[in-house]
């Protein structure tokens, strides 16, 4: 039976004598009667009577956890702490809520009455139990005509035996909020997770972490930009000018897509996003050093350039498909599959493969045609990264070897 602590002074104002408090454990645990129900007083021993007078909610202890006992009486506080219980046996368990919701008041007419209330829905046994228990406690008089849910030992909610509910439907109202109804309905359907943390260890994380690592990831990027039109310049001399060219179109048009995802779908470079597009620099240069390579093999055969360009364009991107093909392929896979920033990585890797094609294809082997015929390149200045002296001597088998020079008189 609920029993609200009374704080209330004597109605003259005088001060009461002080009266020595009874040491609990000194006291009999034992109800004086048989207790003829779950709302008897019987149920409160004296000890039990002596540990309610002794006891604040302040410095009650936490909840072990365990369940309320279905044999005895217990004390309880409100889950603010400004009322404290002495409540019967457990009589309805709240396994057998099956479902607890919050919405507006209804009136017997199916009107809303603007206010919020929470409702229960019981399983048959909650069902049979709570209509034996309201049906008892309508009979009696306040407080006894209350009762609690308690969670972790704390009493969330105390409602006053207002009817009889044999339907399993009762609906608790009051001075509730929106927020407030939800809150208890969620409390009395999934109720307490027993879970318990214990701290390893705390790390203190800037709110500028993640900003500044897509900052260094932006600086390697750069960085191994830097570093392959270094090895362009060094490799292929002048010739390496239309790879850095091609990277910055390519660069350009990766741009313009991840802006447009990013104003049409939504979509935010992460640090995974920066990761595919610094890889994606080594797949975009590894086919210019596949086409140009071809070149040199061509001319190394004793062809002219514009030959050599024509005939290594057509065995270099069978490769470069080839290639682009297993890039995009493994992109797809992981877009499909992998979650969280993986699909980034995935997203921009396959981007820039679909790119790096499109590039060499209407870019780079153009700008090569026209190059071929340009005296430059065409006569093979040491400057041009096509020059055939450089470029080894030639088997003409038999043992012999045609020299460089016969070879690019071809």
């Known amino acids: 039976t609920p029993t609200p602590t009374d704080g209330s002074a004597p109605a003259d104002g005088s001060t009461p004598a002080a009266e020595a408090t009874p040491d609990p454990s000194a006291l009999s645990d034992e109800p004086t009667a048989e207790p003829t129900g779950p709302s008897d007083v019987s149920w409160v021993t004296p000890r039990l009577q002596a540990e309610f ?67 229960l829905v019981f399983d048959g046994d909650g069902t049979k139990q709570f209509g ?19 969670l972790d030992n704390e009493v969330i909610s105390a409602p006053v035996t207002q009817g009889v509910v044999t339907n399993g ?69 002048l010739l390496g000018t239309v790879t850095i060219a091609s990277l910055v179109i390519a660069a350009v048009i990766t741009y313009l897509l991840i802006t447009l995802l990013s104003w049409r779908e939504g979509y935010r470079l992460s640090l995974a996003g920066v990761a595919g597009l610094i890889v994606a620099i080594g797949i975009t240069a590894d086919s210019f050093i596949v086409y140009f390579e071809r070149i040199k093999d061509e001319l190394r055969d004793g062809r002219g350039l514009v030959s050599s360009v024509e005939q290594g364009w057509k065995r270099a991107l069978r490769t470069i498909i080839a290639s682009d093909t297993v890039n995009f392929l493994a992109a797809a896979v992981l877009f499909i599959l992998a979650v969280g920033n993986v699909k ?10 679909i790119i790096d094609l499109i590039v060499v294809s209407l870019f780079t082997h153009p700008i090569l045609q026209l190059l071929a015929n340009r005296p430059f390149f065409a006569e093979g ?26 070879a690019a008189g071809r």
């Open 381 to 406: 200045h040491r400057m041009s990264g096509l020059d055939p002296r450089a470029l080894g001597a030639v088997y003409r088998g038999r043992a012999t070897f045609r020299t460089p020079t016969a």
């Open 53 to 119: 007078a002794a006891y604040d909610c302040a410095t009650a202890p936490e909840s072990d956890g365990q369940a309320a006992p279905a044999d005895r009486a217990i004390i309880a506080c409100s889950d603010d702490g400004a009322a404290k219980y002495v409540l019967g046996p457990v009589e309805v368990d709240g396994s057998t809520i099956s479902d607890a919701t919050s919405g507006l008041q209804q009136s017997s007419q199916g009107v809303s009455t603007g206010t919020w209330s929470v409702n």
């Open 344 to 353: 980034g990585f995935a997203l921009t890797l396959g981007l820039t493969t």
């Open 169 to 237: 439907k009762p609906s608790i109202t009051g001075n509730f909020t929106q927020e407030s109804a939800k809150a208890l309905a969620d409390q009395l359907k999934f109720g307490a997770l027993p879970l318990s943390f214990t701290l390893q260890s705390s790390d203190v994380i800037s709110a500028t972490l993640g900003s500044s690592q897509l900052t260094s990831g932006l600086i390697a990027g750069l960085i191994g930009l830097v570093l392959v039109v270094l090895y362009s310049l060094v490799q292929y001399r």
């Open 132 to 150: 034996d228990m309201s049906t008892r406690l309508i009979t009696l008089e306040s407080p006894r005509n209350q009762f609690a849910f308690v």
